[in-house]
């Protein structure tokens, strides 16, 4: 049997119109629905996308290199809207029970993320230091049997290569996420070599090094 599913997020990427279970979410109008197999479901996701490595990293509030050390799968729900404005919350004027109904059906269709744990070895933009440990959430996961997936994601890998994260922040105790899954994604060779993830990535980073000099002559030109 297969299940069919509509889910519609709003933001950058995973983190502001969601309450969740350990984390929130913020995303572009996103869209999930199953594939032909009962056991996995496929995200259908809308990021912002950048013409540059430079305008990713202008977005980006925070750009480190780190690597994994550990990852957990968490379940989103979306938060009750509240007002009187059927504009901005569609549950406005229901009875007690059809908002009971209506809640119940927003909880069956939960948003899987997976939140990895970076150990940062260098940063290279944002208000972060060498040595500490940041949280970093992903669209999909696999949750209680099912594997959730978003085409254009690569999941971080514990134990994995090292990353250059190119991150948005949410405030808070939210984790970060990337700007874009695939244009703010990079690992590094053992020469120093910056290479994107996936192919829609930029392929002029560079050597590590250059890439910080870059990410700080950017942030010295927001400033002025």
């Given at each position: 049997?297969?299940?069919?599913?509509n889910i519609l997020i709003?933001?950058?990427?995973?983190?502001?119109?969601?309450?969740a279970v350990g984390c929130?979410?913020?995303?572009?109008?996103?869209?999930?629905?199953?594939?032909?197999?009962?056991?996995?479901?496929?995200?259908?996701?809308?990021?912002?996308?950048?013409?540059?490595?430079?305008?990713?990293?202008?977005?980006?509030?925070?750009?480190?290199?780190?690597?994994?050390?550990?990852?957990?799968?968490?379940?989103?729900?979306?938060?009750?809207?509240?007002?009187?404005?059927?504009?901005?919350?569609?549950?406005?004027?229901?009875?007690?029970?059809?908002?009971?109904?209506?809640?119940?059906?927003?909880?069956?269709?939960?948003?899987?993320?997976?939140?990895?744990?970076?150990?940062?070895?260098?940063?290279?933009?944002?208000?972060?230091?060498?040595?500490?440990?940041?949280?970093?959430?992903?669209?999909?996961?696999?949750?209680?049997?099912?594997?959730?997936?978003?085409?254009?994601?690569?999941?971080?890998?514990?134990?994995?290569?090292?990353?250059?994260?190119?991150?948005?922040?949410?405030?808070?105790?939210?984790?970060?996420?990337?700007?874009?899954?695939?244009?703010?994604?990079?690992?590094?060779?053992?020469?120093?070599t910056v290479k994107a993830?996936?192919?829609?990535?930029?392929?002029?980073?560079?050597?590590?090094?250059?890439?910080?000099?870059?990410?700080?002559?950017?942030?010295?030109?927001?400033?002025?």
């Amino acid at each position: 049997m297969t299940a069919r599913r509509n889910i519609l997020i709003t933001g950058t990427a995973l983190l502001a119109a969601f309450a969740a279970v350990g984390c929130s979410a913020d995303g572009e109008s996103k869209k999930a629905k199953s594939t032909a197999d009962s056991d996995t479901m496929a995200y259908h996701a809308d990021y912002p996308e950048y013409s540059s490595l430079d305008a990713v990293i202008k977005k980006s509030d925070v750009v480190v290199k780190g690597t994994v050390v550990s990852s957990r799968v968490e379940k989103m729900l979306p938060e009750a809207p509240s007002g009187d404005d059927p504009a901005t919350n569609p549950q406005a004027g229901l009875s007690p029970a059809e908002a009971k109904a209506a809640k119940k059906a927003a909880e069956a269709d939960p948003i899987i993320v997976t939140v990895s744990k970076v150990k940062v070895s260098q940063s290279l933009a944002g208000d972060v230091a060498v040595g500490d440990t940041i949280e970093v959430s992903q669209l999909g996961g696999a949750y209680k049997g099912v594997t959730y997936q978003e085409k254009g994601t690569t999941m971080l890998a514990k134990g994995g290569p090292q990353y250059v994260l190119m991150l948005a922040d949410h405030g808070g105790k939210n984790p970060y996420d990337l700007v874009n899954p695939e244009q703010a994604l990079y690992t590094v060779a053992s020469g120093g070599t910056v290479k994107a993830v996936s192919g829609a990535g930029f392929d002029n980073a560079g050597k590590i090094g250059q890439l910080a000099a870059r990410a700080d002559r950017i942030a010295k030109n927001r400033t002025r």
